[in-house]
């Protein structure tokens, strides 16, 4: 019963929030009436609000048919008029809601991973380099990235070589610069947990009994430290990954990547059903990303957390 009572009120958000920008534009942004007119009039809340219910109505009414998951894709505009064609969503975001995919999986598994190792070491380092984590982890990913961007174009002016590519074009892809803005505030958030559980382990009586045997390190942080570390990175995990999800955004915007949002961004005032699939497509890219990541998660216990 929990279960579907969240379903049920995630269904709700998901209908509302993309009825939103819609009903902004609609009470705030609409151009005058009359052409050449100075003065505007904003259509009654109680008018907007109805149209937006009826885009809902429209939505749920035309899921059983497929209504819903077709969209008209602008093929040319002209001044007066624009060309377009009736397209099936699921064909048109596979390709988008791929690489998407495969953005966050890379970059979720090399944060996970280095973020674990980073963490037992940082536990043990100096406060210098306690204190250069710690900058870092107050760098927004959006300042990241243009500060990469600057540093890969600085380069390139200096010595003429390119070592990634900025932004997307038809003819090159950016992978680099993507992947390192997305594998930044998790890595960094990890570390931290990572770092912070290991001093906490470090200081039980158990290890120091190990040491006192004569244990290797590497089997005491394998044995003990990563056993006892592991379930406080599972048990935020679903806060990592969502926070990537959020950072999709910008990354996609800022390196011109043709992703989900990308996608999303392009029909969100014009197209109520596509915005709702856009939507469900992220809920199910997250599924999908969270559910691998326990999986790295149950290797990594097998691997080296093993009696």
């Avoid at 009654?44 to 009414?61: E, F, N």
């Avoid at 870092?136 to 003429?160: C, R």
């Avoid at 990634?164 to 390192?180: F, K, N, Q, R």
């Avoid at 003990?224 to 679903?238: E, Q, S, Y």
């Amino acid at each position: 019963m929990k279960h579907i009572a969240s379903f049920f009120i995630l269904a709700v958000s998901i209908l509302v929030l993309a009825g939103l920008p819609g009903l902004l534009d609609a009470l705030f942004f609409k151009p005058p009436h009359a052409p050449g007119s100075l003065s505007r009039h904003n259509p009654p809340v109680w008018k907007v609000l109805q149209t937006q219910a009826r885009d809902v109505y429209d939505y749920l009414a035309g899921v059983p048919s497929g209504k819903s998951f077709i969209y008209k894709k602008k093929i040319s505009e002209t001044m007066n008029s624009q060309v377009v064609e009736p397209k099936n969503f699921f064909q048109e975001i596979l390709p988008s809601f791929i690489d998407s995919a495969l953005y966050l999986t890379i970059a979720g598994v090399f944060s996970l991973l280095f973020g674990v190792w980073a963490g037992m070491r940082l536990a043990t380092a100096g406060e210098s380099v306690k204190n250069f984590f710690s900058f870092f982890n107050t760098v927004p990913d959006f300042i990241l990235a243009l500060l990469l961007q600057l540093a890969v174009v600085a380069i390139y002016k200096a010595t003429g070589i390119l070592i990634a590519e900025v932004a997307s074009t038809s003819l090159d892809t950016a992978i680099v610069l993507p992947l390192l803005t997305l594998f930044h505030l998790p890595f960094l958030y990890i570390v931290q947990m990572v770092s912070h559980q290991t001093n906490r382990v470090l200081r039980e009586d158990y290890i120091l009994t190990a040491k006192s045997k004569g244990l290797k390190k590497g089997y005491i942080y394998a044995q003990h430290v990563l056993r006892n570390v592991l379930p406080f990175i599972k048990g935020d995990l679903f806060k990592i990954y969502s926070m990537m999800i959020g950072n999709l955004f910008i990354v996609e915007r800022l390196f011109n990547l043709q992703g989900i949002t990308d996608f999303l961004i392009d029909h969100v005032i014009e197209d109520y059903n596509t915005v709702v699939n856009c939507f469900w497509c992220l809920v199910l890219l997250f599924l999908l990303i969270y559910g691998f990541m326990l999986l790295v998660m149950k290797g990594l216990e097998r691997g080296f957390a093993h009696e």
